[in-house]
């Protein structure tokens, strides 16, 4: 079985800086894409930001030059690094992983979420 466990969210001041990871635990061959979303109360989950396996990198337009996404060396693992923060940044974030191949087939994953707070 697959699971993604993300760490890394808390409370900042606006201007501060967080770093998000999520890793994938189980018998994986490969993944295609790996992305942070998050939610904010009463608003739609929306895409922040996603990489693809050939290193390709997407960002919502709220969040360009402030946030990077990237890979880590196991592969497994994705970092959401969020710069210069604004309080509208408030929201619990999730971390998604696309097609992911594993023994158990072909499948999408969320991890579990962690809530970022930030403070005027």
């Known amino acids: 079985q697959v699971q993604l466990v993300e760490s890394g969210g808390g409370l900042v001041q606006a201007g501060g800086s967080l770093r998000l990871s999520c890793a994938a635990f189980?018998?994986?061959?490969?993944?295609?894409?790996m992305g942070w979303y998050r939610q904010a109360p009463g608003k739609q989950r929306e895409l922040v930001a996603a990489?693809?396996?050939?290193?390709?990198?997407n960002y919502v337009d709220s969040v360009k030059g402030r946030f990077t996404i990237s890979r880590g060396n196991a592969k497994n693992t994705v970092y959401l690094q969020m710069n210069s923060l604004k309080p509208e940044d408030t929201a619990v974030y999730y971390c998604?992983?696309?097609?992911?191949?594993?023994?158990?087939?072909?499948?999408?994953?969320w991890g579990q979420g962690t809530q970022v707070t930030v403070s005027s």
């Open positions: 990489i693809t396996s050939g290193g390709s990198t």
């Open positions: 998604n992983f696309l097609r992911v191949a594993s023994i158990k087939g072909v499948n999408d994953y």
């Open positions: 189980g018998s994986i061959f490969s993944i295609n894409v």
